[in-house]
């Protein structure tokens, strides 16, 4: 608060939009980054009334006076440019420092899932291009995706976060993956008198293997094994028939094996 104290009497654009409802998942974009037309490359493309919202971000007085009709749009561009160029941020060293401040205060909340044992979520985009899908939290611990669990973020563009900022962030911030590796990845599997219910059954822990790790040597030898294997038939395959194999593939087509047999 005592900070909010001492700017009172300039309260810039950056941080006024940072202290909206529902913008507590943005970092305030330092001045000289959006001052670098280098790191602007593109944006003036995608974002209409381009040099006006930069002014406005920026708090230069606009070259010409906006009129009352076009504030509304001028508004909107500023905080699409501002979401745009603070995508690209996020993945500077400054950037990543601020975040990294909102991931250990838990600002992006923590995995729904028990074995997570409440790790802290990462904000993404699935979409680079604005205006697709909106912001969603990325899980380093069991690679999954959620929804923000308040309704305040679902009007967030994904694209303001972006698809590359969540594998950035863990790569230089490397302790986040030790943290992963020592944590039990189990899954839970449920019973019944005891019994495991079998993967294939629409209860049990169907895809349970995408969330597998290799582990030991052994598992890692495996997986290798594996990958050749795989290779080699396909190989095999497509000098047979190509389009038998991509029919194989489909896990949406239930009766795979059936049309092998028939062909
Ligand atoms: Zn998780």
Redesign the pocket.
């Known amino acids: 608060m005592s900070e909010n104290n001492s700017s009172e009497e300039f309260e810039t654009w950056v941080s006024n939009f940072c202290s909206l409802y529902g913008h507590d998942y943005f970092v305030e974009v330092a001045p000289e980054f959006i001052e670098d037309d280098f790191n602007l490359t593109g944006l003036s493309s995608i974002v209409p009334f381009y040099r006006e919202a930069l002014d406005m971000i920026l708090d230069f007085e606009p070259e010409k006076p906006i009129s009352v009709n076009d504030l509304p749009l001028v508004q909107h561009s500023a905080e699409l440019l501002y979401g745009l160029i603070h995508s690209r941020y996020i993945l500077t060293k400054q950037g990543l420092q601020a975040m990294v401040e909102k991931y250990e205060k838990k600002q992006f909340g923590t ?1 729904p ?1 028990y074995y ?1 044992e409440g ?1 802290h979520l990462l904000p993404i985009g699935r979409h680079d291009q604005p205006g697709v899908e909106t912001v969603r939290l990325y ?1 380093p ?2 690679f ?1 995706l959620y929804l923000p669990n308040s309704s305040r973020y679902l009007n967030i563009d994904g694209a303001f976060f972006g698809t590359t900022f969540p594998g950035l962030f863990i790569k230089i911030f490397n302790e986040i993956e030790n943290q992963i590796k020592q944590r039990n990845k189990k899954q839970y599997d449920l019973k019944i008198f005891g019994f495991k219910i079998h993967e294939l059954s629409p209860v049990g822990s169907r895809m349970k293997w995408l969330r597998k790790v290799p582990r030991t040597k052994e598992e890692l030898d495996e997986l290798k094994t594996c990958e050749y294997q795989i290779a080699n038939n396909l190989g095999q395959e497509s000098e047979d028939d190509e389009g038998e194999h991509i029919d194989d593939d489909n896990e949406d087509d239930e009766d795979g094996e059936d049309v092998e047999m028939v062909r």
């Open positions: 995995c899932r997570c790790m899980c611990s069991c999954d």
